[in-house]
């Protein structure tokens, strides 16, 4: 699934006028998984980065307005479970974050696993929610990752 590009990377141009205004821009962006993962392979120990700021990094590299969300998430997820199922050229998909430094139940191991990584590098995992618990990033911007 990492390596299936279905026709992209592309741009295609939204007529949705909701959409315009929440985006900012008409013309969106799709990036192949496999972007992602090479993106998620230049995160360096003790930092992280948000979907969103992948997100915004292809929208700005490719000339687009912004970058599709949904299909972000999916292959961000794509990418972790293709490092995790390989023995070599592991991806540290434990780094990137949802948004506002959210950590990602999706992840192989889910958010246990992803918060042990996360603390055997330095990072403070705290929890929000009484009911609806979930688990972030302290002071993530801290600890961003430029990838200008």
């Known amino acids: 699934m990492l390596h299936?590009?279905?026709?992209?990377?592309?741009i295609q141009v939204?007529?949705?006028?909701?959409s315009i205004d929440k985006y900012g821009g008409d013309r969106m962006y799709f990036a192949p998984p496999i972007e992602y993962d090479k993106i998620m392979k230049r995160i360096p120990y003790?930092?992280?980065?948000?979907?969103?700021?992948?997100?915004?990094?292809?929208?700005?590299?490719?000339?687009?307005?912004?970058?599709e969300p949904i299909t972000a998430g999916i292959?961000?997820?794509?990418?972790?479970?293709?490092?995790?199922q390989r023995t070599k050229d592991e991806t540290p998909y434990?780094?990137?974050?949802?948004?506002k430094g959210e950590?990602?139940?999706?992840?192989?191991?889910?958010?246990?696993?992803?918060k042990s990584k996360l603390e055997a590098e330095g990072h403070t995992i705290i929890q929000r929610g009484r009911t609806n618990i979930r688990y972030y990033v302290s002071d993530y911007e801290d600890f961003l990752f430029d990838l200008i």
Do not use: C
């Open 4 to 10: 299936e590009s279905k026709d992209m990377p592309k």
């Open 94 to 99: 434990w780094r990137t974050l949802k948004a």
């Open 75 to 84: 292959f961000v997820t794509i990418a972790a479970w293709a490092s995790h």
């Open 14 to 18: 939204i007529t949705d006028q909701k």
């Open 46 to 67: 003790g930092k992280v980065i948000t979907v969103g700021k992948i997100r915004e990094y292809f929208a700005k590299l490719s000339g687009a307005d912004f970058t």
């Open 103 to 114: 950590l990602n139940p999706k992840y192989p191991g889910g958010v246990k696993a992803q």
